[in-house]
């Protein structure tokens, strides 16, 4: 305990200088396709991200769950090569893969050596240009997400009430759709859904291309252009109109369920990624969560022995999101009681502000974090895709540090305030109840 005191004590560490904004390459091709490069000579390897502007937000009712879906049906099979065929191919070169589905976007990982970008290019080219629509692989991936989302969320208490709470918290807004999908939309889905959701959002005028590591830019955007150029634009996707009504008084959700402990969730609306106060909001979040020296793990675990686990995070999506509060409570706990002390400890937030030692821990903690992702090739490629697409362009990572190094106690006490509201959040509880008795039993 004294040892965690006194690293509370230590100041924020200055913001080093962020080098290479000078080596970044940026261009966008003739069909619409942004292309970012940074070159990394460290190792001889290359980190290639793929984003696709295309997720949940994107979907509608009767259709929801495509976006993730075709994370999966990317890898299966296009005009020239086979199914699983991308997967032997980079893996024999030493590469590897994986892809991630959001509420905003989709995104697909590549990592290899770099004598392997011209087959990694070619291969991501293919299965933009030529992605084939098998009736039998659509039935088996459709059966691969139905289970998948059985053990993600309908036999996963956490994944439950998260789903249920962010469908009660927007009325309008199509961030209440599961990213998974709602299950008798993955059983509807039809031929035509596919291919009319791929000619749209797979087409290169709604795609980013990232690349990290050991390249020559000009080379590099040489390839790419081969590759991708010849790939025609589509009209652009539909706007995403609704826009969420202001919410007035807080929403519950209370789901009973044969579970080990109950978990109590606070989902309150928070603002854009592009917000200016985001630098602000970061170390809120931190203050408030991050390790065993965050006000919430101290009062509601430490000292009142109220909760078992915190956590939190804000959804930082094209559009107004969430900031979630989570916790793990004790057995039998009551998870109002529990939300009592946590709003006493908010509102103590809000009316004191933090402490410059809080602020500087949240600080430190957040620049360390930033620096140890951006120390791999990998993260290099996240953060030029994750900056362009959410946060302005792809230059703003240069400044990162210093944004956060700026951040005042006031600008952190003003976002609390603005956040932290009440009325303005929706609330989830799972409650234990004995077996037998919960819903389906």
């Given at each position: 305990?004294?040892?965690?005191?006194?690293?509370?004590?230590?100041?924020?560490?200055?913001?080093?200088?962020?080098?290479?904004?000078?080596?970044?390459?940026?261009?966008?091709?003739?069909?619409?396709?942004?292309?970012?490069?940074?070159?990394?000579?460290?190792?001889?390897?290359?980190?290639?991200?793929?984003?696709?502007?295309?997720?949940?937000?994107?979907?509608?009712?009767?259709?929801?769950?495509?976006?993730?879906?075709?994370?999966?049906?990317?890898?299966?099979?296009?005009?020239?090569?086979?199914?699983?065929?991308?997967?032997?191919?980079?893996?024999?070169?030493?590469?590897?893969?994986?892809?991630?589905?959001?509420?905003?976007?989709?995104?697909?990982?590549?990592?290899?050596?770099?004598?392997?970008?011209?087959?990694?290019?070619?291969?991501?080219?293919?299965?933009?240009?030529?992605?084939?629509?098998?009736?039998?692989?659509?039935?088996?991936?459709?059966?691969?997400?139905?289970?998948?989302?059985?053990?993600?969320?309908?036999?996963?208490?956490?994944?439950?009430?998260?789903?249920?709470?962010?469908?009660?918290?927007?009325?309008?807004?199509?961030?209440?759709?599961?990213?998974?999908?709602?299950?008798?939309?993955?059983?509807?889905?039809?031929?035509?859904?596919?291919?009319?959701?791929?000619?749209?959002?797979?087409?290169?005028?709604?795609?980013?291309?990232?690349?990290?590591?050991?390249?020559?830019?000009?080379?590099?955007?040489?390839?790419?252009?081969?590759?991708?150029?010849?790939?025609?634009?589509?009209?652009?996707?539909?706007?995403?109109?609704?826009?969420?009504?202001?919410?007035?008084?807080?929403?519950?959700?209370?789901?009973?369920?044969?579970?080990?402990?109950?978990?109590?969730?606070?989902?309150?609306?928070?603002?854009?990624?592009?917000?200016?106060?985001?630098?602000?909001?970061?170390?809120?979040?931190?203050?408030?969560?991050?390790?065993?020296?965050s006000r919430l793990h101290r009062s509601l675990v430490e000292e009142q022995r109220l909760a078992i686990e915190v956590s939190g995070h804000?959804?930082?999506?094209?559009?107004?999101?969430?900031?979630?509060?989570?916790?793990?409570?004790?057995?039998?706990?009551?998870?109002?009681?529990?939300?009592?002390?946590?709003?006493?400890?908010?509102?103590?937030?809000?009316?004191?502000?933090?402490?410059?030692?809080?602020?500087?821990?949240?600080?430190?903690?957040?620049?360390?974090?930033?620096?140890?992702?951006?120390?791999?090739?990998?993260?290099?490629?996240?953060?030029?895709?994750?900056?362009?697409?959410?946060?302005?362009?792809?230059?703003?990572?240069?400044?990162?540090?210093?944004?956060?190094?700026?951040?005042?106690?006031?600008?952190?006490?003003?976002?609390?305030?603005?956040?932290?509201?009440?009325?303005?959040?929706?609330?989830?509880?799972?409650?234990?109840?004995?077996?037998?008795?919960?819903?389906?039993?």
């Amino acid at each position: 305990m004294r040892r965690r005191a006194i690293l509370d004590r230590l100041p924020a560490a200055r913001a080093p200088e962020l080098s290479g904004r000078e080596s970044v390459r940026a261009a966008t091709l003739s069909n619409g396709l942004r292309v970012i490069v940074w070159p990394v000579h460290h190792i001889p390897n290359v980190a290639l991200n793929l984003w696709v502007r295309a997720g949940s937000r994107n979907e509608a009712p009767g259709t929801t769950g495509l976006a993730h879906f075709f994370e999966h049906m990317m890898f299966n099979g296009t005009l020239r090569r086979h199914p699983g065929e991308f997967d032997r191919l980079m893996e024999a070169q030493g590469g590897a893969n994986n892809a991630f589905t959001s509420d905003d976007v989709t995104v697909y990982q590549d990592w290899f050596p770099s004598h392997a970008l011209e087959l990694v290019l070619d291969l991501e080219s293919d299965r933009v240009a030529s992605l084939t629509f098998d009736p039998e692989l659509i039935e088996s991936e459709r059966r691969v997400v139905a289970s998948e989302r059985r053990l993600r969320v309908e036999d996963n208490p956490h994944g439950l009430l998260a789903e249920q709470v962010q469908a009660a918290a927007f009325l309008a807004h199509p961030y209440r759709f599961p990213t998974i999908g709602w299950p008798q939309d993955i059983q509807s889905w039809r031929l035509q859904d596919l291919q009319a959701f791929y000619r749209t959002f797979y087409a290169p005028n709604n795609l980013m291309l990232t690349l990290a590591g050991d390249v020559d830019p000009e080379h590099a955007l040489a390839r790419v252009r081969r590759h991708f150029e010849p790939i025609a634009a589509q009209p652009p996707p539909a706007p995403v109109r609704p826009r969420e009504p202001e919410q007035l008084s807080e929403r519950r959700v209370l789901i009973p369920r044969n579970v080990p402990a109950p978990l109590l969730q606070c989902a309150y609306k928070a603002p854009a990624a592009t917000d200016s106060r985001a630098s602000a909001i970061e170390l809120l979040l931190s203050v408030l969560v991050d390790g065993d020296a965050s006000r919430l793990h101290r009062s509601l675990v430490e000292e009142q022995r109220l909760a078992i686990e915190v956590s939190g995070h804000w959804q930082e999506g094209f559009d107004p999101g969430l900031l979630w509060l989570s916790l793990t409570l004790p057995e039998q706990a009551e998870p109002d009681r529990v939300l009592g002390a946590l709003d006493r400890e908010l509102a103590r937030l809000v009316h004191e502000g933090v402490s410059e030692n809080e602020l500087a821990r949240a600080r430190n903690l957040a620049v360390v974090g930033f620096w140890k992702k951006l120390a791999t090739i990998d993260g290099k490629a996240h953060f030029l895709g994750e900056f362009e697409a959410f946060h302005g362009g792809w230059f703003g990572l240069f400044d990162a540090p210093a944004r956060l190094e700026a951040v005042s106690r006031a600008q952190v006490r003003a976002v609390a305030e603005s956040i932290l509201d009440a009325r303005r959040r929706t609330v989830g509880a799972v409650i234990q109840e004995p077996a037998g008795r919960s819903a389906g039993g």
